[in-house]
């Protein structure tokens, strides 16, 4: 009874947006952002399961894991989620104020100097893996690409940010890739 009142106020939002034209998609953190005409913004968050597909126009959206559908003159984009635990969003609100409010907050790390990174990272002392994914720190990276990061670096997930040298965070940060 809970998910579906979720999937009635989530097709209540994405129909706002239907008789309205896309005009902007960009990245924010770990968001996507779709700026409509008439200061509409759809800000959508995968998480783990979610996904975007492109189907051929009118596709139905699939019973089980379909969330919404946005139909475009090439084709309609699927939004769906396969996971059970149902974290992937999509918020319609208006205005550009309104759409960058969600937004935690964390850092830039792909436009960020080496300097700035390791004041972020040493602001607090938690564990890599945690200050790495922390949305308030560093913007977009997630568990999958901190382990990934973590790994080229050659440096323990678990290890507290106050143990680490300098040449450690030269690593850590250089572990980034540049796109």
């Known amino acids: 009874m809970h998910a579906e009142r979720e999937l009635d106020v989530l097709a209540a939002e ?28 759809v800000v959508v968050h995968l998480m783990i399961a979610g996904r975007l ?3 051929e126009k009118g596709d ?7 969330l919404a559908a946005f139909d475009f003159d090439e084709g309609t984009l699927l939004f769906t989620e396969a996971g059970s635990r149902k974290q992937a969003s999509m918020h319609v609100v208006r205005g550009r104020d309104a759409a960058a409010a969600m937004d935690p907050g964390g850092a830039d790390v792909f436009t960020m100097s080496r300097d700035a990174f390791a004041a972020a990272l040493r602001a607090s002392n938690h564990t890599l893996k ?12 997630g568990n999958a690409y901190s382990d990934e990061i973590l790994w080229e670096a050659r440096l323990l ?4 940010r106050a143990s680490l040298k300098p040449e450690d965070e030269e690593e850590l940060f250089r572990a980034i890739p540049a796109d």
């Not at 947006?17 to 509409?40: G, I, N, P, Q």
């Not at 945690?130 to 990276?141: A, E, K, M, Y």
């Open 53 to 55: 597909r492109w189907r």
């Open 130 to 141: 945690r200050q790495l994914t922390d949305p308030h720190v560093f913007s977009g990276i």
């Open 157 to 160: 997930p678990l290890r507290r």
């Open 14 to 41: 994405v129909g706002r947006v239907s008789a309205h034209r896309l005009e902007h998609v960009t990245r924010k953190a770990k968001y996507l952002v779709w700026e409509f005409d008439d200061d509409l913004f």
């Open 60 to 66: 139905a959206i699939p019973a089980k894991v379909g």
